[in-house]
């Protein structure tokens, strides 16, 4: 009787779509087991975790067959929220998963919505935040903290219920990696203390280390890609000159040079102004200094936020360009052309937005955070379409915290902390310099670290 | 003392509020909504600490609707009887006319006042757990507007991406109002999209904590009612009564 | 009547008031304090941009009562923004509410047409009416100025939040966002019949 989740071929559909999300799936959790669940975007994992907290099949009025034990009973026979007590859930996303202002109300609201007597709730506040090393934020205001403190917010939530299982669902997504491995300590210590099982998805497992016993894989047979490191396509004259640019007093004083064809990436801390320096670059905010190349195309962590049209087609086409069918053609965006560009895959949009900035003419193109929350799949897509552009000699400066991903496709690499350009640096240099790479909030890349092994 | 309106309940200050308010609207004489409005205002200076250049401010466009209804009352008034007592150009202004006026202008001065009082000594949240506690506002309700509220922030700095990335591709920058409500439809859709996300997700993370919508047996901030209340109303109907009788104490 | 309304169906609401919160605040109110020299007529014709909120989220939604709730959880959203008229707003949004789902209410939830829509639009303009006719006084102003006023709003409700509600929340529909919600699924059901 240590089963505390059991799925017996499970199969489950949305109400108005033909296809199967799980088919026939079976599987088995013991208590205090620490299991991962991966698999490529769109496999269902995310549908797993909700039949798992029961927020499906209800939410959505999907189709389920076959059987969902919790705790050894059916997972229909507990009334809403009865469940949500013994699992509870940290999500993905830090900013949409809490309702209230300050850390101490959140915990409150968690604890009402339990029942729990007034006079008991100041103990379970104070222990939990004491259990979870998070009393010094006890009456901080949740929206000003960073995306870490906020993932340790989420899990103190979640603790305080004293639930049995803890599921995770892509906790570490939207944290820079040294961030990430932080809360995976921070993880592993409270999992010894409590003894609770613990359940993730996850489609990358390089950040976790050792911490889970098993994974389950929801992987279709479908082979990830391995991306390998591409050859440079620098020219030898400039494209883009930056010259002492300085916006709103908190990015300081910046230069730099890009060639033409060059990738370059761009990282550093959470809050380091890598943002504002590319917003400064295309113009966005108010800026002193000299930017050369006037046409910079600029992709947004969200490449909807770019799109003003109806469909793919007239999206490439607003700017007036006249070589919109060749492009669609280029970029392979023929087959969903006449499709809104809401309506189709992340990828796919990032892909139209490329394809309507190259067809304005602009030769430069900064891209903010492409890599965050991407699969395996999405990230090979997503280096084939730079380094495909980039040898018909576009410039991109791209910022990313994954290093493995900058590792196979920059040139250079420019670093920043504190609002201040650190230096521009040759990306092999970058690598072997651990204290740069610590400096930054960074890690190095796996590749790095095997063949230093290997020659230890 | 000084700041008994910023600790009065919520929930009985709204209904104060809107109680004479309601029955204001009975009298069109100009001096009760004057009297209400100085009453208002006399409250206002001993029992709250706002900072009354932030309050003048927001004053400010309601002076300006006041003036409105004042020419317009003039202008296309229905009642004419009395006597005139002015003209200008080729139009008579008569006693009953310019009282009209009058008091449409002070009731909106006494109305903005009264709104003003409650927006700046009361705070939202406190507002929305006592319409919970005391006018027993469903749950469900009450925390889907306080998700909204944590939501602002997020939502602004996304209007603004939204904008700066279409400002990039050439759209935006539109001058006539026409125009700007297009662009406005433009930024909206992708706003919307995300909203709809977002609401999904903070839905899904307020039940997976256990949130079912049902009533609370108990709550970790309770919103009390006191004395204070039972003083601050009486201070307002006083106000109200005083000034709605004020033909027999003003002759 | 709400049992039967999922959570994130408040939630949406709570996040579309907030949204047209933010673009009142931002963009149609600033500069337009100076219309308020020209009385009370001035905000006529612009009134329907209020009960957009409500129209939209029946559309998608689809539930008895979704105007009322929406348009008055609109309110409460504003009155948190920190708007100055404040609570004044809440009665105002569920008397608005209130119009908008009697059209509804009449076509026993069946009817979601352009026509319907810009009934309901009506619906909130003459129920906002007489509220603002009863506190605002407008009792002293001659009937010919009073019917002009109605009329505007009429119209404004049927345009801005008839017409356009079912343009922004069409729009949104085509973006492949609103799976899961009923305007998805009868889309699908009308196509297939």
Not at chain 1, 41 to 49: D, H, I, N
Not at chain 1, 206 to 235: T, Y
Not at chain 3, 150 to 177: E, P
Request: charged share 20%.
């Amino acid at each position: 009787m240590h089963e505390v989740i059991h799925f017996d071929k499970v199969s489950f559909r949305y109400p108005d779509e033909e296809k199967w999300i799980l088919e026939e799936l079976s599987f088995t959790i013991q208590r205090g087991e620490r299991v991962v669940i991966t698999g490529p975007s769109g496999c269902g994992k995310t549908t797993l975790l909700y039949l798992c907290n029961r927020l499906y099949p209800d939410n959505c009025d999907g189709i389920l067959l076959g059987s969902v034990k919790l705790f050894g009973k059916n997972s229909s026979s507990f009334i809403p929220g009865e469940i949500n007590h013994r699992i509870a859930t940290v999500f993905q996303d830090p900013d949409s998963q809490f309702c209230m202002q300050t850390v101490e109300e959140e915990l409150a609201f968690t604890l009402e919505n339990l029942h729990v007597k007034r006079d008991e709730m100041e103990n379970r506040i104070r222990d939990v935040l004491a259990l979870t090393d998070l009393t010094e934020f006890r009456y901080a205001v949740i929206q000003k903290l960073s995306g870490g403190q906020k993932q340790r917010i989420a899990t103190a939530c979640a603790l305080i219920m004293k639930p049995e299982v803890l599921l995770l669902d892509e906790p570490l997504s939207h944290l820079d990696p040294f961030t990430a491995k932080k809360y995976v300590e921070w993880l592993d210590e409270l999992q010894q203390k409590c003894a609770m099982t613990i359940v993730a998805i996850e489609h990358r497992l390089d950040l976790w280390g050792d911490f889970f016993e098993r994974s389950i894989s929801l992987n279709k047979n479908e082979m990830a890609p391995i991306l390998i490191k591409r050859k440079s396509s620098k020219q030898k004259n400039d494209s883009l000159v930056v010259n002492k640019l300085q916006a709103n007093t908190y990015l300081q004083e910046t230069s730099f040079t890009l060639k033409r064809g060059e990738v370059a990436v761009l990282a550093g801390p959470n809050g380091s102004g890598k943002s504002t320096l590319l917003k400064a670059l295309c113009e966005l905010i108010p800026s002193s200094g000299s930017v050369e190349s006037k046409l910079l195309g600029y992709v947004p962590q969200s490449p909807e936020f770019l799109f003003l049209t109806k469909n793919v087609r007239d999206e490439v086409g607003f700017g007036g360009g006249d070589n919109t069918e060749e492009l669609l053609a280029r970029l392979q965006l023929l087959p969903i052309a006449d499709s809104h560009p809401f309506a189709v895959s992340h990828g796919q949009k990032r892909r139209v937005a490329i394809a309507a900035m190259l067809s304005d003419g602009r030769e430069v193109i900064l891209m903010d955070e492409p890599t965050s929350g991407q699969d395996a799949k999405a990230l090979s897509e997503l280096f084939q379409l730079i380094d495909e552009r980039a040898r018909e000699g576009t410039t991109f400066l791209i910022v990313t915290h994954d290093m493995e991903f900058a590792y196979c496709l920059a040139d250079s690499i420019l670093l920043m902390n504190d609002g201040r350009l650190t230096g521009q640096f040759n990306a092999d240099i970058v690598w072997s310099d651990d204290h740069l790479l610590m400096d930054h909030n960074l890690l190095s890349p796996k590749e790095v670290i095997l063949r230093e092994k290997c020659f230890a | 003392m000084k700041n008994a309106l910023h600790r009065m309940n919520p929930s009985v200050k709204f209904l104060a509020i809107t109680i004479c308010m309601f029955t204001m609207a009975f009298f069109f004489d100009p001096w009760t909504p004057l009297v209400f409005w100085a009453g208002v205002l006399v409250l206002q200076f001993f029992f709250s600490e706002i900072n009354w250049k932030r309050w003048l401010l927001f004053m400010l466009p309601f002076f300006v609707t006041s003036f409105g209804y004042f020419w317009t009352t003039l202008v296309f008034a229905e009642d004419s009887s009395g006597s005139v007592v002015w003209s200008i150009w080729n139009l008579q202004i008569t006693e009953t006319q310019l009282n009209h006026a009058l008091s449409l202008s002070f009731r909106v001065l006494a109305f903005s006042s009264l709104s003003l009082l409650f927006a700046l000594t009361t705070n939202p949240v406190t507002f929305i757990l006592s319409l919970m506690q005391q006018l027993r506002l469903s749950p469900k309700i009450a925390y889907g507007v306080m998700v909204g509220y944590q939501f602002l922030p997020v939502l602004k700095d996304e209007f603004v991406q939204i904008g700066q990335a279409h400002r990039l591709r050439g759209a935006g920058g539109e001058k006539n109002t026409l125009q700007r409500l297009l662009g406005v439809r433009r930024i909206l859709i992708p706003m919307l999209a995300g909203a709809v996300r977002k609401a999904e997700r903070a839905a899904f993370a307020m039940e997976a904590r256990g949130f079912t919508g049902e009533r609370r047996s108990s709550y970790f901030r309770v919103i009390s009612m006191g004395k204070l209340d039972i003083a601050l109303v009486s201070l307002f109907l006083f106000l109200l009564v005083l000034s709605c009788t004020h033909i027999w104490w003003l002759g | 009547m709400l049992k039967s309304w999922k959570l994130k169906e408040i939630v949406l609401m709570s996040l579309f008031a907030v949204v047209f919160g933010i673009v009142y605040l931002l963009f149609l109110h600033v500069g337009n304090i100076w219309a308020g020299f020209i009385g009370p007529i001035a905000y006529e014709w612009i009134f329907g941009i209020w009960f957009i909120v409500s129209i939209i989220c029946m559309y998608i939604i689809r539930k008895p009562g979704a105007a009322v709730v929406s348009e008055t959880i609109a309110a409460a959203i504003e009155v948190l923004l920190g708007n100055a008229v404040g609570p004044r707003l809440i009665l105002s949004g569920i008397v608005q509410g209130l119009g908008a789902e009697a059209v509804f209410a009449a076509t026993r939830y069946k009817r979601f047409d352009l026509w319907v829509l810009m009934l309901a639009g009506v619906g909130s303009s003459i129920f906002s009416f007489v509220y603002g006719y009863f506190l605002g006084g407008f009792s002293v102003y001659s009937t010919g100025y009073v019917a002009l006023m109605l009329g505007i709003r009429i119209l404004s409700g049927a345009m801005i939040a008839g017409i356009g509600g079912k343009a922004v929340a069409d729009g949104l529909l085509a973006t492949g966002s609103l799976r899961g919600y009923a305007i998805s699924r009868s889309k699908k059901g009308e196509a297939r019949a």
